[in-house]
């Protein structure tokens, strides 16, 4: 599959997620969300996009926008791949056909998260019959989600039950995919952090104190910091956060 551009910055098509806006709103660009401060990404070829998949309803945040972040840490079990994983291999084409609006087919999305990696990765993400994971927290070296623009990518590991990616680097498109459907953390590592952890390692990430601490080596590694992207991923995605701090009307008004 052809790689996106690296200065390619569009989140997705929004069509059926952005409401109407009213024209009581009379200076729609007055509606600015938060400066996302991105990490650096390693740069990619120039080539045409693919098609883009059918654009995604994001999940409905759970507590304000505008209060405090509340999701202080992740703990469990690390899944640990290599460099360049690219969409192909985190959500194969086939399966974009499936619409993570419907409940069952989000859930079906998830059961095919990571199942594009090679057959050199003898553990895989998600156990033959399950539909979950049991590795809540991927740990992955250079430019993590390359490849494709394709929001589904982000969607299926948090429909899988992935809760953040620990990565040395990301494409540029997957990290600001995690973001506008908040669906997984995407955190950047300090140093190269998927050659000193194995898959099945008991890990926790603190997002308050940049960090994470690896239980089974005993050893911690400092992480950059979330910044006002974390707001937007646990409200549930950018609109969700823009409807909650009344950037747009919301939904019920």
Same mark, same amino acid.
Request: with cysteine.
């Given at each position: 599959?052809?790689?996106?551009?690296?200065?390619?910055?569009?989140?997705?098509?929004?069509?059926?997620?952005?409401?109407?806006?009213?024209?009581?709103?009379?200076?729609?660009?007055?509606?600015?969300?938060?400066?996302?401060?991105l990490?650096?990404?390693?740069?990619?070829s120039?080539?045409?996009?693919p098609?883009?998949?059918?654009?995604?309803?994001?999940?409905?945040?759970?507590?304000?926008?505008?209060?405090p972040?509340?999701?202080?840490?992740?703990?469990?079990?690390?899944?640990? *791949?290599?460099?360049?994983?690219?969409?192909?291999?985190?959500?194969?084409?086939?399966?974009?056909?499936? %619409?993570?609006?419907?409940?069952?087919?989000?859930?079906?999305?998830?059961?095919?998260?990571?199942i594009?990696?090679?057959?050199?990765?003898?553990?895989?993400?998600?156990?033959?019959?399950?539909?979950?994971?049991?590795?809540s927290?991927?740990?992955?070296?250079?430019?993590?989600?390359?490849?494709?623009?394709?929001?589904?990518?982000? %969607?299926?590991?948090?429909?899988?039950?992935?809760?953040?990616? *620990?990565?040395?680097?990301?494409?540029?498109?997957f990290?600001?995919?995690? %973001?506008?459907?908040?669906?997984v953390?995407?955190?950047?590592?300090?140093?190269?952090?998927?050659?000193?952890?194995?898959?099945?390692? *008991? *890990?926790?990430?603190?997002?308050?104190?940049?960090?994470?601490?690896?239980?089974?080596?005993?050893?911690?590694?400092?992480?950059?910091?979330i910044?006002?992207?974390?707001? %937007?991923?646990?409200?549930?995605?950018i609109?969700?956060?823009?409807?909650?701090?009344?950037?747009?009307?919301?939904?019920?008004?």
């Amino acid at each position: 599959m052809a790689a996106s551009s690296s200065t390619h910055t569009h989140l997705f098509h929004t069509t059926s997620l952005s409401p109407r806006i009213t024209p009581s709103l009379s200076h729609p660009c007055s509606l600015k969300l938060p400066t996302l401060h991105l990490p650096t990404f390693k740069t990619l070829s120039s080539s045409p996009l693919p098609p883009q998949p059918q654009t995604l309803t994001l999940r409905r945040a759970t507590a304000d926008a505008t209060a405090p972040s509340t999701t202080t840490s992740f703990h469990g079990l690390c899944y640990v *791949v290599g460099d360049n994983i690219d969409t192909d291999q985190i959500i194969p084409a086939e399966y974009l056909t499936l %619409v993570p609006s419907n409940p069952d087919e989000y859930a079906k999305l998830g059961s095919y998260a990571l199942i594009g990696l090679p057959a050199s990765y003898l553990t895989r993400f998600i156990d033959p019959s399950e539909t979950k994971t049991k590795y809540s927290i991927v740990i992955a070296g250079e430019n993590f989600g390359c490849g494709s623009s394709r929001e589904h990518a982000p %969607v299926a590991l948090g429909a899988a039950g992935a809760a953040a990616v *620990v990565a040395e680097s990301y494409a540029r498109i997957f990290f600001r995919n995690s %973001v506008a459907t908040g669906e997984v953390y995407p955190l950047e590592s300090e140093v190269r952090i998927c050659e000193e952890c194995r898959t099945g390692d *008991v *890990v926790t990430i603190e997002l308050g104190e940049s960090r994470l601490i690896n239980h089974t080596t005993g050893k911690e590694y400092s992480l950059k910091p979330i910044g006002d992207a974390g707001p %937007v991923i646990e409200a549930g995605g950018i609109f969700a956060y823009a409807r909650k701090t009344g950037m747009i009307p919301s939904q019920t008004a």
